[in-house]
């Protein structure tokens, strides 16, 4: 079977002033669809560079990424956007949540861009608000939910339009571990509905879920393990 996503050989360097950093060196990676990939290693290794080359949300400087077959080098920035549009959700530690939207319209956001019927939208939005114990907080705007708060707010987001990829940049880094331990529990279900997830963290707990652990150190693949068990 086709991957879903395919790095082929990707180098990627920021530019700065006068000096260079090569933030991705060779990086080679197949992700299939039903996957849950867990990238891992210290902070500066290129994992974020990593996630958002995955998620059409940058290119890399030399190689090639193919994403359902579609070389991506080769579509325009808009057909790019809608790539990611209607295949990924993004949850982010920078939770992107839209200040004069409330939680339920950020929620809802996703449905809207797919035309998502307004019954539809509400019934799907309510449900993920309830799993999430999120309902009591519906007609608040971000700025008055504590940050834990809105990170399930943005896991809420990137789950509610059922996308075929989730991408997360530790998903559970400002939540307690009851708290970490629904947002894992929730991917992990959605993984067994069949989307595949790549997910970077430092947690060991949140990287117990995956079945693939790759393990990056600056900017190269060092390791790769299946997880035990998976
Ligand atoms: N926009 C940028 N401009 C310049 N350098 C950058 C930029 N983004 C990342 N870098 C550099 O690229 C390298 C990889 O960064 P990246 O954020 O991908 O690492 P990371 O493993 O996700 O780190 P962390 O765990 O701290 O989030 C680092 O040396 C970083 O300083």
Redesign the pocket.
Same mark, same amino acid.
């Given at each position: 079977m086709e991957p879903l996503i395919q790095l082929k050989n990707i180098n990627k360097s920021?530019h700065?002033d006068d000096s260079e #950093?090569l933030?991705l060196n060779h990086v080679s990676l197949n992700i299939h669809e039903g996957e849950f990939v867990c990238i891992m +290693?210290p902070? +500066?290794? +290129?994992?974020? #560079?990593l996630l958002n080359i995955a998620g059409l949300l940058d290119i890399p400087s030399n190689g090639e990424v193919v994403f359902q077959k579609e070389s991506v080098h080769k579509l325009s920035s808009k057909k790019r956007a809608q790539l990611r549009r209607e295949n990924i959700g993004f949850v982010f530690q920078s939770f992107n949540l839209i200040d004069d939207l409330t939680v339920f319209e950020n929620i809802e956001l996703p449905l809207i861009y797919q035309h998502v019927s307004p019954n539809e939208r509400k019934f799907r939005v309510e449900k993920i608000m309830d799993r999430l114990q999120l309902s009591h907080k519906k007609k608040a705007f971000p700025s008055q939910i504590s940050g834990g708060l809105q990170q399930r707010v943005a896991v809420a987001r990137a789950v509610v339009s059922r996308p075929r990829l989730i991408l997360a940049d530790e998903p559970t880094g400002n939540l307690d571990s009851e708290r970490g331990r629904e947002v894992m529990d929730i991917l992990t279900s959605l993984n067994e509905l069949g989307t595949t997830i790549l997910m970077?963290t430092h947690s060991t707990a949140a990287s117990d879920y995956a079945s693939r652990i790759i393990n990056l150190f600056d900017g190269q693949i060092v390791t790769e393990n299946l997880h035990k068990g998976k």
């Open positions: 920021y700065n #950093t933030a +290693g902070s +500066g290794c +290129g994992k974020s #560079t970077v």
